[in-house]
C-alpha cells in the first residue's frame, strides 16, 4: 500500500496520511485534493510511506491530483522546510503563505502560467557606468558561480539601480531568472517601466499583493516553468518557485516591510540570502543605510561589500542643518528657519518637502488646564485629531468620536491638538504661504486607489510647491526640481523603548533628505530638533553611515542586542483579562527550566511584560522575550519549548512564536 503524507494548512504541525489509490500518480511536491473531516482541502505531498500509524480503517484516500499546477521541486519544498523550521510553523502554513490564493481552491477555473505582455515600449538604453558603478557591477560578477552574497552600500543617488540591472543582464545572459525584490513603497509604475524598457525581450512578471488573484497565480506558474525571466516583486515574492533561479536583488535591503507581521512572520531579505546559499547563486542587497544585521556580515567578511559614494549624476549631496527649536520656537510647528526656506524656494519657483515623522507621535487632544489628553476607550491608545472630520480617531482599534468642546475630565475649553499631524501642518502652511501649491500624502490621503500616484504626478509635472507628508514620501521618488526638505517631530524616535529605533531613524533621516537637490540645484535639509546636539544628528549631518553603524554597533555589543544575540518574542492574546499573562508566566517557568538544560549557549529568558498595547478592543496582550547567543542552541531549545506549548490546552488564549521581531 502507499501512503502519501500531505502537508495542510492547518495549526496542526504535522503532516496528515492519505491512501493513494491505484493508478494514481502522485509524487513528493505534487498538490493534492485531500478530503478534511467533511470538507476537502489542497495540499502538498510532502513524503511517500508505506505504512502509516494511522488504523486503516481511518486512513482516507487522496481525492484527485491537481492537474494544471506541476509538482513543486525539491529546492523549493527545502526551502518550505526551512522557514517552517526557522520561524516555528506548520509546515502546511508555510506551504499555504506561497501558494496564491487561487491555487489553494479546491474548486477552480484552470489557470495558465503567463506574463503580461505589455505595450511596445520605448527600448532604453543603459548610461555609462561611473567608476564606482563598474567596480560594484565587477564586485557582484567575481565569482562565476556559486553563492556569493553581496552589500551594495550606495548614499542616495548614487544609481545603485543600474548596478542591480546590470547584475539582472548578466543572470539573462547566462540564462537564468532574476528575482528583483523591492520594499512596498517602492514598486512603483516607473521602476516596473525602466525595467521593461531596459528588458524589452526579457518576459517580466510583477509579483505583489494588489494583483487580482488570477494575475498572481499565472504570474507563480510563469516563474516556476521558467516562463517568466524576470519577477518584479514584494516580499511575498521570495517564497515564489523558479525554474532556473539565478540571481536575488534585494532593493532598501534594510526596510521594515520586508518583515511579515502577521502568521509566518518571515524576514524577505532573510529568506533571500538563506535561498541563494542553498540554489548556490548571486544575491544583492542594496541600500543607503544597510541593516546592522547585513552591515556587520559584511564587516566580518561574510558578504562581499560594494560601495557607491557620490551621486551618479554627479550632483553634490544635499547639506543637512538642524533647527535648534529650543531658540528658534516652532509656532504651530514650524520654525522661523525653515518657513523662511519655505519662501525664499516658492521664490525662485524650486519645491520643497515637509516630512512629519508621525511614528509614535500622532497629534493628541491635550487640556491646558489639567492635563487631561485624548485616550481611545475601547484600547489604550492615544486617539488622534482628524481636524476636517472634526473626529478623534483610534489608530489602532479604528474607534471614532467627535472632538468634544470641553474637556470631559474639568470642563475646561482650553483644548489644543498636540503633535503635529501631517493636516494641522498642511492648515499652518496654507495660512503662512497663501500663494503656494500644497499637497498632502499621507494614509488619508491616499486611500484612493491611484491618488497617491496623481499626486506624484502632480509634483513631476510642477504643479505642487510643497509636498507635505509622511513616510510614504521618504523613499525612491526622483523629483530634480525639487531642493529643500523639512523634517519635523523626528525626536522621538530618539527616546523610543525599540531598540531598532535609531536605526530606523537615521535610515529614514537619509532617505528623505537623499529627496533634495537630486537636479542641478544643490539640496538643503533641515531638521527642527529640540536636541542639535544629539550624535545622530550629526551623523546624519556628515551623511556618514559607516561612523553611525560603527557606533551603533559597538551599542548592541554592549547591550547583547541583534546581530550579537538573537531575540525571540512569544506573543500572547486572550479575552479575559489575566489569562495571556498567567499563560506566558507559566511558558517562562518551563523556558526557564529548558534553559537550564541548554547546551552550547545561553539561552535567557525574561520576565512577561504587557505587549505595547495592552489592551485592544477587549483584548488582553502580553509578551516574553528570550534571547540567546547562539542561534543553534535556540532553534533547539524552540523546538522543544514550541512542543510542550502546543500540548497545553489552551482553547482561550492565542499564541505566536517571532524569530527575529522587528520590535517589542
Ligand atoms: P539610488 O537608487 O542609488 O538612490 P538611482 O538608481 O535612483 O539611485 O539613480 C539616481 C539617478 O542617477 C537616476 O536619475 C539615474 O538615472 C541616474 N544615473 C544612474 N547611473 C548613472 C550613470 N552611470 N550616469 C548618469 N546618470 C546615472
Ligand atoms: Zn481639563
Ligand atoms: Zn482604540
Known sequence: M????????????????????????????????VPFGRTRKVGVVVAHARRSEVPAARLRDLESVVSDVPALAPA??????????????????????????????????????SVPQPAKAPVEAPPELTRAQRDAVATIEARAEGFHPVLLQGVTGSGKTEVYLQA??????????????????????????????????????????????GERAAAWLAAQAGVADIVLGTRLAVLMPFARLGLIVVDEEHDASYKQQEGLRYSARDVAVRRAQSLGIRVVLGSATPSLESWSNARDGRYALASLGSRATGAAMPRIRTVDTRADRPREGLSG???????????????????????????????????????????????????????????HCGHRERIPATCPSCASTDLAPIGHGTQRIEETLQDALPAARIARVDRDSTARKGALRDVLDRVRAGEVDVLVGTQMLAKGHDYPNLTLVGVLDSDSALFSADFRAAERLFAQLVQVAGRAGRGERPGE????????????????????????????????????????????????????????????????????????????????????????????????????????????????????????????????????????????
Request: with cysteine; net charge positive.
Open 2 to 33: 502507499s501512503i502519501a503524507r500531505v502537508a495542510l494548512d492547518v495549526p496542526i504541525d504535522a503532516a496528515f496520511d492519505f491512501r493513494i489509490p491505484e493508478g494514481l500518480e502522485a509524487p513528493v511536491g505534487a498538490l493534492v485534493v
Open 76 to 113: 523549493e519544498l527545502d526551502l518550505y522546510e526551512f522557514c517552517a523550521r526557522y520561524y516555528q510553523r506548520p509546515l502546511g502554513e508555510v506551504i499555504a503563505a506561497a501558494l496564491p490564493p487561487r491555487l489553494r481552491q479546491v474548486r477552480r477555473r484552470a489557470v495558465a502560467a
Open 168 to 213: 539582472i543582464a548578466s543572470a539573462l545572459a547566462r540564462g537564468r531568472q532574476a528575482l528583483f525584490l523591492v520594499p512596498e513603497i517602492g514598486l512603483t509604475p516607473q521602476l516596473e517601466s525602466h525595467v521593461r524598457n531596459r528588458f524589452p525581450q526579457a518576459r517580466i512578471a510583477a509579483a505583489h499583493s494588489h494583483l487580482s488573484e
Open 337 to 395: 528657519t525653515l518657513l523662511a526656506a519655505l519662501r525664499q524656494r516658492l521664490e525662485t519657483g524650486e519645491q520643497s518637502l515637509v516630512f512629519v515623522n508621525r511614528r509614535g507621535f500622532a497629534p493628541v487632544l491635550h487640556c491646558r488646564a489639567c492635563a487631561w489628553h485624548s485616550t481611545c476607550n475601547r484600547c489604550s491608545a492615544n486617539l488622534v485629531v482628524h481636524a476636517r472630520a472634526r473626529e478623534l480617531r483610534c489608530h
Open 525 to 664: 535639509v533641515l531638521i527642527q530638533t529640540d536636541f542639535p546636539g544629539h550624535a545622530l544628528y550629526a551623523e546624519v549631518a556628515a551623511q556618514d553611515y559607516a561612523a553611525f553603524a560603527h557606533e551603533a554597533l559597538d551599542e548592541r555589543r554592549a547591550a547583547s542586542f541583534p546581530p550579537f544575540a538573537h531575540l525571540v518574542l512569544l506573543r500572547a492574546e486572550s479575552k479575559k483579562e489575566g489569562e495571556a499573562t498567567a499563560f506566558l508566566a507559566a511558558a517562562a517557568r518551563t523556558a526557564r527550566r529548558l534553559a537550564r538544560d541548554a547546551r552550547g549557549g545561553e539561552v535567557e529568558v525574561f520576565d512577561p511584560v504587557p505587549a505595547v498595547l495592552e489592551r485592544k478592543a477587549g483584548f488582553e496582550r502580553a509578551q516574553l522575550l528570550v534571547r540567546s547567543s547562539a542561534r543553534a542552541t535556540l532553534q533547539r531549545f524552540l523546538g522543544s519549548w514550541r512542543d510542550i506549548l502546543s500540548e497545553r490546552e489552551e482553547r482561550r488564549v492565542r499564541w505566536a512564536l517571532d524569530v527575529d521581531p522587528q520590535e517589542f
